[in-house]
């Protein structure tokens, strides 16, 4: 039922495996708009991670094209996840015919404004408000030379933004950025995360103890473990599992300081499914209102009571599924109240309304084609 029959799309990364959040909201939705009859020729940057065979099963073509990671660039106008992925074989493969571009994040939009380009139906898929995210992750940040690198990253971003003036359309992952996003480009609607889950599967009854997952390599995340131990978990007794790869060794000291925590380093996609079902109650504070986070996404789709402190659903249309907290002291009486409530099928049913109508992969696709069919 493809209402556009052909699409490049320029990713930042190589979206497979789909093992955090960016490269999710990429993944899904090829996968999605391949089930829907989509030929796509997906644009990878390669830098870290390994070319992936498993693309070629969704995707018509797919291509690879180094990152120039140098020095040089962090003396550029441009940003620097901007400059190093201006490759000029992606330009030249581009106007090889007049399909429209899906350009993924501002990283990837180097040559959106090129004249060889003009004309072209260019969207872009905004995944953060990104000097504010730069500006966020320089603010948890404790190594010196890392400090200086976002902030001075955060500052190009915010004046490279107006490039976006230039895209045929925007879409925003979250209500709240879309508003944002309009006044730089009028022509800007919201289109959800795209993520794993495609029907709501939550146990009901009861579990036995709460957890918090994500890359625990970043800041952010590697924040708001230390806040739970710090703050809550050191107060009460309820076990706690913290599930992420590459933590710090600040992290690792305290959680085995803690008899009651479990933290686990490496663990497959299928253990962390079994962990996330089985959990009594998701614990998801965080620092940065921006975006959605797709962790919360999956917890609701997958997992019992979610409890959050207001950043993380600002804006979503997801604060009535969640159990929300602000001070250490809400945090722990909520955690005692939720270890001993039974999650409901009439909590189930809510989510499946709520989910399956406004953050439905299937239905985001659909709408992501009709902004290059329709550009509205």
Known sequence: MAIISKLHIVSFDIPFPADYGGVMDVYHKIRHLH????????????????????????????????????????????????????NKALLN??????????????????FITHELLRGR?????????????YKHLAEAESNLFSKWYLRREASKLKRYESVLQQAYTLAAISPQDTLYYQSINPRTFF????????????????????????????????????????HVFSKINYPLIIAGKNPRPELLRMAVSMPHVKLISSVNNDEMKKIIREAQIHVLPTFQATGIKLKLLHALYTGRHCLVNPKMVAGTGLESLCHQ????????AWIEKLSQRTFSEIELEKRKTLLEDDYSNRKAAIRLMQLFEKGQ
Request: net charge negative; glycine share 4%; with cysteine.
């Open 35 to 86: 089930a829907l009859g989509v030929k796509i020729h997906l644009h990878c940057f390669q830098y870290h991670r390994k070319p992936a065979e498993e693309l070629n099963a969704i995707c018509e073509t797919v291509s690879y094209y180094p990152r120039e990671r140098s020095v040089k660039y962090l003396f550029s106008n441009e940003p620097f996840i901007v400059a190093t992925r201006k």
């Open 93 to 110: 493969t581009l106007i090889h015919d007049d399909a429209p571009v899906l350009f993924e994040g501002i990283h990837t939009c180097g």
């Open 121 to 133: 139906q260019c969207v872009v898929r905004t995944h953060n408000v990104e000097h504010e995210y």
């Open 191 to 230: 289109i959800p995360p795209f993520h794993p889950e495609d029907v709501v599967e939550v146990q009901t009854g009861l579990g036995n103890y709460a957890l918090y997952h994500g890359n625990l390599q970043i800041a952010e995340n590697h924040l708001a473990a230390m806040y739970l131990l710090k």
């Open 325 to 332: 907290a602000e001070t250490a002291d809400e945090w722990i």
